[in-house]
């Protein structure tokens, strides 16, 4: 999933001084597990502004709705009717939701209200961990399942480094080292034999931005209707 968090109140309301009627829209998904950017918060968002523009006696409408994915074009089609009626809309997804709303609705001055963090999983309550960096080709079968791309400091595809130290990272010692995990983990599954690999240098053009992925069930009829 993505990873967010909200940006601070007096930010989002520097960015929307000057508007009357702001629509703050909410992302039923990713940022809505990670607590930063679903119903609840949009709620929360809505209310500070509103209690903020009251105390600095501004006329201004907040209003909110939250859809169930921004990323996805279904959910911010049936926005159209609400969005005429702002000076500006405040989105409350991730970067991508951000944008694609900006691109749905290109008449309107579409506002972020978090900074998006990273893909990541849910390691407890409250609390997320970043797992991948959508390198593009995944060595996970060589690296029993954790990622060198993302949790090594240094990235590296063969490790560690000459700075490892007792297990801990030699860039951050509050951090494992990705590939004291990498081995203590091969060793568990009886596959150190994998060490003995070198990894061949990553194909960084494989990462170059920005990405564009059709799926193969429908990369003919695109190119039939180019
Ligand atoms: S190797 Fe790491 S960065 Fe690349 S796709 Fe796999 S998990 Fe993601
Ligand atoms: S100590 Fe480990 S995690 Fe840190 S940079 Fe070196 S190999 Fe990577």
Redesign the pocket.
């Known amino acids: 999933m993505i990873v967010a968090e909200r940006k601070p109140l007096d930010q989002i309301d520097a960015m929307i001084q000057g508007f009357d009627k702001i629509l703050v829209v909410g992302c039923g998904t990713c940022v809505a597990v990670c607590m930063a950017g679903g119903e609840k918060e949009v709620e929360l968002l809505a209310a500070g502004l509103r209690m903020k523009g009251k105390l600095e006696n501004k006329q201004r409408t907040i209003d909110e709705i939250t859809v169930t994915r921004q990323c996805d074009k279904e959910y911010l089609d049936p926005l159209a009717k609400y969005v005429d009626d702002y000076d500006a809309i405040i989105s409350m997804a991730c970067g991508a939701g951000v944008q694609f709303l900006a691109e749905r609705y290109d008449e309107k001055i579409v506002l972020p209200a978090l900074n998006t963090l990273f ?1 990541g999983v849910a390691e407890g309550t409250g609390i997320w961990s970043q ?10 079968d060589q ?1 029993g399942g954790i ?4 949790i090594c400091a240094k990235n590296l595809l063969n490790g560690p480094c000459g700075g490892t130290d007792h297990g801990k990272c030699e860039v951050d010692g509050e951090k494992d080292c990705a590939w004291t995990l990498i081995y203590n983990k091969l060793k568990k599954i009886g596959r150190l034999d994998y060490l003995a690999k070198i990894q061949p240098p990553k194909d960084y053009s494989l990462m170059t931005k920005p990405g564009k992925y059709t799926h193969e069930a429908f990369k003919e009829a695109k190119q039939q209707e180019e």
Not at 132 to 140: E, G, K, P, V
């Open positions: 893909i797992r991948c960096t959508a390198c593009s080709d995944c060595i996970l690296t990622c060198p791309m993302t």
